[in-house]
């Protein structure tokens, strides 16, 4: 599967943004979508997940109550939105896709289940 992110850009804090990702090739319905970030100098970090069915949806300590990940499955894509943002969200953020949404909650936080990466969305958060 192909993935394509997009909606990053500069925003002042507390303001909000929307990415989107977009899957292509050979989605699977079952799947889990997940987001990650990684700011200069630092290691990629999880920021949420959900599975594509719906029932499972986890989130970073860091962005609960501010970030909200949702699905739109007949158009393949997943979204981020991301709301009252501080500068400390800066970083590239990337969407990653598993195919069999067969993981605990715990396994969606670790990069290493995703087989599947986008290009990456710069978002810039000035204070």
């Known amino acids: 599967v192909q993935l394509q992110a997009s909606g990053g850009g500069l925003v002042q804090a507390g303001g909000s943004l929307r990415l989107s990702c977009v899957a292509s090739?050979?989605?699977?319905?079952?799947?889990?979508m997940g987001w990650f970030r990684q700011a200069p100098g630092k290691e990629r970090e999880f920021v949420a997940a959900g599975t594509m069915s719906g029932g499972k949806v986890t989130y970073a300590d860091s962005v609960k109550g501010r970030f909200t990940i949702s699905r739109d499955n007949a158009k393949n894509t997943v979204y981020l939105q991301m709301n009252s943002l501080k500068p400390e969200d800066t970083a590239v953020y990337y969407c990653a896709a598993e195919p069999t949404g067969g993981l605990i909650t715990s396994s969606m936080w670790n990069p290493s289940a995703y087989d599947s990466w986008g290009q990456g969305t710069l978002v810039t958060v000035s204070s």
């Open positions: 090739g050979r989605t699977h319905s079952r799947g889990v």
